[in-house]
């Protein structure tokens, strides 16, 4: 099976603009969780769907935000970029949540 | 509030050697504890979990010891190899919640 996918795997942006990452998990994984990884705070949890629907959320503020789509694909978006935000961004699936998350290799994002 | 603390924040062993990282956790509703392992420029992969109702775990080389009433488990790397140089990292998540909450991460380096 191939393993989960992120696009872009990099990507630079300015100040106050937005972005969209995506996930693709691997087949069969209902389960799309999504984390910050930072050399000051480590891996930090920003969400997890199943089935479309988002079930927990990390302690983010509203300017990130995500979605599922019915073929399991995710997608995150962060509005209003700030430098802060650089950072490695991870998506993981598994089958239902509760099993072996599986990580993508991620998409670093520089904010400019 | 850091609810899982893991130390060192970096490792030096010689090939051969016996590695060993520490964590420990605050919330007594975790019941699974993964140990993942990541390397430059790649994505956390999973190496071995534990959940308490075992007091020890072992793959190969890697063995998980879990001391559910002091809420620490430690990952040991029998035979340290250059090839286990990497980052590792022990989380925790529980029933409820569907995310994993990491500890901050040991930076391993294997000297041949």
């Known amino acids: 099976k191939a393993g989960v996918t992120q696009t872009p795997r990099y990507l630079i942006k300015t100040r106050g603009q937005q972005v969209t990452l995506s996930c693709s998990p691997i087949?069969?994984?209902?389960?799309v969780s999504w984390y910050q990884q930072t050399p000051g705070q480590g891996l930090q949890f920003l969400f997890e769907y199943f089935s479309e629907t988002q079930r927990n959320k990390g302690n983010f503020p509203g300017r990130f935000s995500g979605r599922q789509f019915s073929n399991s694909r995710s997608e995150m978006n962060v509005s209003t970029l700030e430098l802060g935000d650089s950072a490695l961004y991870l998506c993981?699936?598994?089958?239902?949540?509760?099993?072996?998350?599986?990580f993508g290799p991620g998409t670093r994002l520089l904010v400019l | 509030q850091q609810q899982v603390k893991q130390s060192p924040q970096s490792l030096i062993v010689q090939k051969g050697g016996i590695s060993i990282i520490n964590c420990a956790y605050e919330?007594?509703?975790?019941?699974?504890f993964p140990w993942y392992q990541q390397f430059p420029g790649k994505g956390p992969a999973l190496l071995i979990a534990?959940?308490?109702?075992?007091s020890e775990k072992k793959e190969g080389r890697f063995t998980i010891s879990f001391n559910k009433s002091a809420k620490q488990f430690s990952l040991h790397i029998m035979d340290s190899q250059p090839g286990d140089s990497a980052t590792y990292f022990c989380?925790?998540?529980?029933?409820?919640?569907?995310?994993?909450?990491f500890g901050k991460g040991t930076l391993l380096t294997v000297n041949p």
């Open positions: 087949s069969g994984h209902r389960s």
């Open positions: 989380a925790a998540t529980s029933g409820s919640n569907y995310k994993l909450t």
């Open positions: 919330n007594t509703a975790f019941d699974y």
């Open positions: 534990i959940r308490p109702d075992v």
């Open positions: 993981a699936s598994s089958q239902g949540g509760r099993e072996t998350q599986y």
